[in-house]
């Protein structure tokens, strides 16, 4: 079986879509979730040493207010945030490869004290950094009905909660792969099956998704 369920938003689920074909999988994108972006007023940026962003989306949704900062340096998670940031403007990007708690160490370690989170609605506090949400997901579409008979790809611990809510008793018949184990572990137990991928990277997931579609059968 080769098919497999996105559920992350756009226009990361068709980017996941792309590298899934690339790897001779069949991608069904269903978002759960869509994005939007926040009015947000900026601070001033002579209070912070750097900027973190732990998702694309900041970067992509975070308008006109992301000028005041394009000086500072920036810290991103992955090297999707990486390219969304350069494209937003920073110049001075460096990539982390875990999540944003080590995003913030690895600011420190540079020399940066006060840093500012650009960020989604719902994220995950950082000790000791200021953050501003610059975008909000949604819930939006639902789960298809022939779930089951696709690997379902999780990015998130919000999209591994919704996806446990909307499946309900389907669970047990539903594989599931997720990109963490803090998103495998928001999905709760009672799957078919569960993966976790090696790497916190969509490129990553979609490798394991590949050699979970060449060992297990429906």
């Known amino acids: 079986m080769r098919r497999i369920l996105i559920l992350r938003p756009q226009p990361g689920a068709d ?7 690339e790897l001779g999988l069949e991608p069904i994108v269903a978002p759960l979730f869509a994005l939007r972006a926040l009015d947000w007023s900026p601070p001033d940026p002579a209070r912070f040493d750097a900027i973190l962003f ?10 006109d207010g992301l ?19 350069r494209a937003a403007g920073f110049a001075n990007v460096r990539a982390g490869v875990l999540d944003g ?21 719902d994220h995950a506090a950082l000790e000791d950094v200021t953050a501003i949400p610059v975008y909000a997901a949604d819930e939006a579409g639902g789960l298809p009905p022939d779930a089951e008979r696709a690997l379902v790809l999780i990015h998130s611990p919000r999209a591994a909660a919704r996806l446990a809510d909307l499946a309900g008793a389907r669970r047990a ?25 090696p790497a916190p990277r969509d ?14 059968r429906p």
């Open 203 to 216: 490129e990553a997931l979609l490798v394991l998704a590949a050699k979970l579609c060449q060992t297990e």
């Open 54 to 63: 732990t998702s694309a989306s900041a970067a992509r949704l975070g308008g």
């Open 67 to 85: 000028a005041s900062y394009l000086a500072l340096p920036c810290y991103a998670v992955g090297e999707g945030s990486a390219r969304a940031a």
């Open 101 to 121: 708690a080590a995003l913030r160490d690895l600011a420190e370690r540079d020399g940066a004290r006060s840093m500012l989170h650009l960020c989604g609605r």
């Open 173 to 197: 018949a539903i594989r599931i792969a997720a990109i963490s184990a803090q998103t495998a572990a928001a999905a709760g137990p009672g799957w078919r099956s569960v993966a976790i991928a």
């Open 15 to 21: 980017e996941s879509a792309a590298r899934a074909r």
